[in-house]
């Protein structure tokens, strides 16, 4: 038996939120983020763990809400973290949908945005683009080989990438 859960994975900037709560709206039903849950678990922000306690804690962290949203999480729309993708359970989790962009639409998006350094804050990486870049083709097979579904992100926006969705993953 299915969760009919839908997990959206790929890098950070790519979109997984917006599309997540466009979903949500359409379907009528809930859309959860990762890195939300366990800023809310942890009562701090995502940065401020990673500088107190390190990667390591934070992983652990996800991989607790893992062991959560596979065991009591239904017909919901999941955005993840950037990493959430190595979690061991991911795909039982639900139908898991990897979002694809190019690096350099992902950084035009992210500088050029109204919000940029809002944006940027929230990803510290980026400030490092050489870095972010190469984390980003470090993770792209990793994210391929945990996708059920693959969606192309590039010049297309959420509405559409949404309504393609709905189409083709019945949740």
Request: net charge positive.
């Amino acid at each position: 038996m299915g969760t009919g859960n839908l997990l959206l994975i790929g890098f950070m900037g790519v979109g997984k939120g917006r599309l997540a709560r466009e979903l949500a709206q359409r379907k009528d039903c809930f859309a959860l983020d990762t890195d939300d849950l366990i800023e809310s678990f942890e009562n701090r922000k995502i940065r401020k763990i990673f500088k107190e306690d390190g990667e390591p804690y934070f992983r652990a962290l996800e991989r607790q809400v893992a062991e959560w949203l596979e065991k009591s999480v239904r017909n919901t729309v999941i955005s993840t973290g950037g990493g959430f993708f190595a979690v061991e359970n991911l795909n039982s989790i639900g139908t898991v949908v990897f979002l694809r962009a190019g690096f350099d639409s992902i950084l035009n998006k992210m500088v050029t945005h109204p919000k940029a350094e809002k944006k940027l804050k929230k990803r510290p990486l980026f400030r490092d683009p050489k870095t972010a870049e190469k984390l980003f083709y470090e993770r792209q097979p990793l994210y391929l080989a945990k996708a059920d579904l693959v969606i192309d992100m590039e010049g297309k926006n959420i509405s559409e990438v949404a309504e393609s969705l709905i189409t083709k993953v019945p949740f």
